[in-house]
């Protein structure tokens, strides 16, 4: 197929949405304690309800492309994080942001495995890999942007102040006045519709899948399931997702406990820096992988976000504003690191291994809860040493990874 720019854009514009509406949750667990006045295992529950959605929805979302097309799970997608957007808009309470956030969950898992397939082909196959690294760079930045976002609307909410900015004037009318975040929530849900609107009208192409874009029957899950090198990757998608999702989920609230920061602002900002630097970590780590193997690559930066949590964790109020955002740019090749030694250390069933890996997802639902939940008996300061476990984890894997396929250096394409 000719190379569609229009649809190209417009998938780079999905996964700016599924970013923006992902990675909201950390600066908002703040006002959600304060507002519903939750300790923090219960407040744990929200990162716990969303990302429980991909382990949930990643296989069974293959099982829907493959039967009913891109376009039609992409509408179900929008349909279901509208539900979730607008239920919480109109009823803010603390169990209905639990289903509101499974709702957007399930959405955004569904579309993660809807869009990928299809850019390969609307941006034509020699250009999947660039395109590939150009959308992770617009998740990125949106949630560089998210952060902001909220604390925007928040503060002018807040001020009372009389204002021109007709949006602020809509959303002061619809959102009660000691509530000013869920204001955020009719961002969604009017992003969601006019998505479904839009891939309503335009036509998408049908998707013929590639073997290594396909979901195998049941035997060959069986098989690869008994397979040891499956479930230790498993556990380093696992552990990057938790890593990336309790530092991300509790870093404004640490700041606020420990140092007396403002949430809405300053807690806000750092989280921003947090996914900023994490996308402009992406950019570095594509240099090195030209350039070093990709198990070293990993076992520095690994080191490195070690470091920058620790100075986070244990130092002072500045060390700890520059120190979490550090992290994040050390975190920013660990997902596609462990992805491709994953994948390149089996010889096939690549479609059906994909689906397993991505269920890995699901630990930015436990371990964030796990945080929470010990952070109400050890305080969240040495609950959140528990990502010393999962940073642990990761680094391993750059010893024991034996990929049948390195990762191409210019010094192994000279030796060839």
């Not at 803010?92 to 579309?111: D, E, K, R």
């Not at 970590?281 to 080191?303: N, T």
């Not at 269920?359 to 008996?377: E, K, N």
Request: net charge positive; glycine share 8%; with cysteine.
């Amino acid at each position: 197929m000719k190379r569609n720019y229009f649809l190209v854009g417009f998938i780079f514009l999905i996964f700016f949405i599924i970013s923006f509406l992902t990675n909201i949750i950390g600066p908002l667990i703040p006002n959600i304690i304060k507002s519903f006045h939750l300790s923090l295992g219960l407040a744990g529950f929200l990162p716990f309800s969303f990302f429980i959605a991909y382990g949930i929805m990643s296989i069974p979302a293959g099982i829907l492309v493959e039967k009913y097309g891109e376009k039609k799970v992409m509408l179900l997608s929008f349909f279901s994080a509208a539900i979730g957007a607008f239920s919480f808009a109109l009823f803010p309470f603390f169990l209905n942001a639990l289903f509101s956030l499974l709702f957007i969950g399930i959405g955004m898992a569904m579309l993660q495995v809807a869009i990928n397939p299809l850019l390969r082909v609307v941006g034509s196959e020699e250009h999947f890999a660039f395109n590939s690294v150009f959308a992770q760079l617009v998740f990125g930045s949106a949630s560089y942007v998210s952060p902001l976002v909220y604390s925007y609307l928040v503060v002018n909410l807040s001020s009372q102040t009389s204002t021109s900015n007709w949006v602020l004037k809509i959303l002061s009318q619809t959102t009660a006045a000691n509530l000013p975040w869920v204001s955020l929530y009719w961002i969604f849900g009017l992003v969601t519709v006019l998505m479904l609107v839009i891939i309503g009208i335009i036509r998408l192409p049908r998707v013929k899948l590639a073997e290594s874009e396909k979901i195998g029957a049941l035997e060959t899950h069986r098989k690869l399931l008994s397979n040891k090198y499956v479930w230790l990757f498993f556990f380093g998608i696992f552990s990057y997702v938790a890593t990336e999702q309790g530092l991300a989920d509790w870093i404004s609230k640490f700041l606020f406990d420990y140092h007396g920061f403002d949430a809405q602002t300053t807690g806000a900002k750092v989280v921003s820096y947090f996914w900023g630097l994490l996308t402009v970590g992406c950019l570095l780590g594509m240099f090195l992988l030209k350039i070093v193997d990709s198990r070293k690559v990993l076992i520095i930066f690994v080191l490195a976000a070690i470091v920058c949590v620790s100075f986070g964790l244990l130092g002072s109020a500045q060390v700890a504003l520059w120190a979490f955002p550090s992290a994040g740019f050390f975190l920013s090749v660990m997902w596609s690191v462990v992805i491709s030694l994953a994948l390149n250390s089996l010889e096939n069933h690549h479609g059906t291994f994909s689906g397993i890996l991505c269920t890995g997802i699901v630990g930015g639902a436990i371990v964030p809860l796990l945080i929470g939940y010990l952070g109400d008996f050890i305080g969240l300061r040495y609950s959140m040493m528990i990502l010393y476990l999962t940073l642990g984890y990761l680094l391993s894997i750059g010893f024991w990874a034996r990929p049948i396929i390195s990762n191409a250096t210019f010094s192994l394409k000279r030796k060839k």
